[in-house]
């Protein structure tokens, strides 16, 4: 596993360490006690000088013994489940470190590094889910005390959200890199995964889709950079040599979709030529016609991104937008009611479910959605403030 530090990559080691000296108060350096009687068991406190001398002088196994020892005279001590945790984590040993780390929120709820620290745990045991929870949490709780953990964990988070599906986010996590000048190869593999729809990790990559992969998280960097003309350099390298490749023109089209719709239309249509069933594809491009005011071209591409995924929240969003906006209120709020079923928490499915009671003159439901799309805008405003 490579982790992003500063720019470059680095092996693993080298990032523990920097992970430690970040999350970690300095430890105090104690000279060992004498050693007590044969026959008189030691004390709490001589076990706690002991286990911080040894992991002072680097005898890390010695001082996991040493806090093991005196964590069972005295389980809640806090501190020493987190010395425990990070020495653990520093020696490998993820499953013990990740159940020390447990102990220690149990005692300290609000330890966002502890938190952040197991999901880097958990991913290494590969219980992602768990993993992606962990790290949001932890940088929701201040986990990211200096812009090298913040480098390592964004990045564990990007991976996470694109194996889980989660494009859009992943893309949003990779944007900080871009703005902040943060480059790797891995990175760029990283970006690429995410870029072209692939729910997967860097490190099972087949060594025929490296190429493709970092051609096209190499264009993406450069447009999250801002870096227009290098972009579409970068983007028209990709298409040249990758005419027939899946999503690419996708990505295109959903990066300049704010800032050039009509450029981004006629990139999602050239995905439909390489790729005539992708859903995905046909929602942009209803999405991009409703933006443009224009539902009647909306609605034949609405029509089959629902045909193609009819359980597909933003499937039923576009389409239910589409008929309500060209005059099909019953059918378009019903479309748009089934959206809500499915992805209660979509502020822009309950913002159309507004206007669709609107225009059918039904102000306390309008004005319940309405409210429901502020109190979702609040909350997610508030998770990204902290």
């Known amino acids: 596993m490579v982790w992003i530090m500063g720019g470059v990559s680095r092996k693993k080691k080298c990032c523990r360490c920097s992970i430690t000296a970040a999350l970690t108060v ?3 350096a ?54 425990l945790g990070l020495l653990q984590y520093e020696t490998n040993a993820y499953p013990s470190a990740e159940e020390s780390l447990t102990h220690y929120i149990e005692l300290s709820p609000n330890a966002g590094p502890a938190v952040a620290l197991r999901g ?3 991913f290494e045991t590969a219980d992602y889910a768990q993993s992606l929870k962990d790290i949001e949490t932890g940088l929701s709780l201040g986990a990211a005390t200096d812009s090298r953990n913040e480098q390592i964990l964004r990045y564990h988070a990007a991976l996470l959200l694109t194996r889980a599906g989660q494009y859009q986010p ?27 729809r692939v729910p997967t990790m ?42 027939k490749a899946v999503n690419a023109h996708y990505l295109y089209g959903y990066m300049l979709l704010q800032r050039d719709p009509d ?35 909306a609605l034949p591409f609405a029509q089959k991104a629902f045909a193609e995924g009819p359980q597909v929240p933003t499937a039923q969003l ?11 209120l019953r059918a378009g709020t019903d479309r748009l009611e089934k959206a809500a ?46």
């Not at 004390?43 to 002072?56: H, R, V, Y």
């Not at 902040?180 to 995410?194: F, H, K, Q, T, V």
């Not at 490190?203 to 972009?231: M, S, T, V």
Request: net charge negative; hydrophobic share 45%.
């Open 26 to 28: 300095l430890l105090f």
């Open 30 to 83: 104690l000279c060992p006690l004498a050693v007590p009687a044969q026959n008189a068991p030691p004390s709490f406190d001589e076990l706690a000088s002991e286990a911080s001398a040894a992991s002072t002088a680097g005898n890390l196994p010695q001082a996991i013994q040493f806090y093991q020892g005196a964590l069972q005279l005295k389980p809640e001590w806090a501190e020493g489940w987190w010395h």
């Open 120 to 122: 880097l745990c958990e």
């Open 170 to 196: 992943a893309l949003q996590e990779y944007a900080w890199f871009a703005r902040n000048g943060i480059s790797s190869p891995e990175l760029l593999l990283g970006l690429g995964l995410a870029g072209l």
């Open 202 to 243: 860097p490190k099972d990559i087949q060594p025929d889709q490296q190429p493709l992969l970092a051609a096209a998280g190499e264009a993406a960097y450069q447009f999250l950079a801002r870096h227009e003309d290098q972009a579409q350099k970068a983007f028209d390298d990709l298409f040249r040599r990758f005419p």
């Open 263 to 297: 450029h981004a239309i006629d990139e999602f249509k050239q995905e439909l030529q390489v790729f005539p069933t992708n859903a995905d594809a046909d929602v942009m491009l209803a999405w991009a016609y409703l933006s443009q005011n224009d539902p009647q071209a």
């Open 318 to 328: 576009v389409l239910g937008r589409s008929l309500v906006e060209t005059g099909q």
């Open 341 to 386: 079923e499915i992805d209660p928490n979509n502020v822009e499915i309950h913002i159309a479910l507004a206007h669709a009671y609107s225009e059918e003159g039904r102000k306390e439901d309008a004005w319940r959605e309405r409210m429901l799309s502020i109190q979702i805008q609040t909350h997610e405003a508030n998770q990204v403030a902290n």
